[in-house]
């Protein structure tokens, strides 16, 4: 058996439909965060 060190053939590691809930799942934490920062500072002002 013959292996090739530089191999072009890619294996997936994630199917695409893995991949668009990652970056879903990652994109609604971020606007949760960013919207807790923006509530805490808001919050802050009013104090």
Do not use: C, N, P, W
């Not at 060190?5 to 994109?27: C, H, N, P, V, W």
């Amino acid at each position: 058996m013959h292996i090739l060190s530089k191999s072009y053939e890619r294996r997936r590691l994630l199917s695409a439909l893995d991949t668009i809930q990652l970056m879903l799942s990652f994109g609604m934490f971020t606007i949760a965060l960013i919207t807790l920062v923006v509530a805490l500072l808001s919050d802050d002002k009013k104090k």
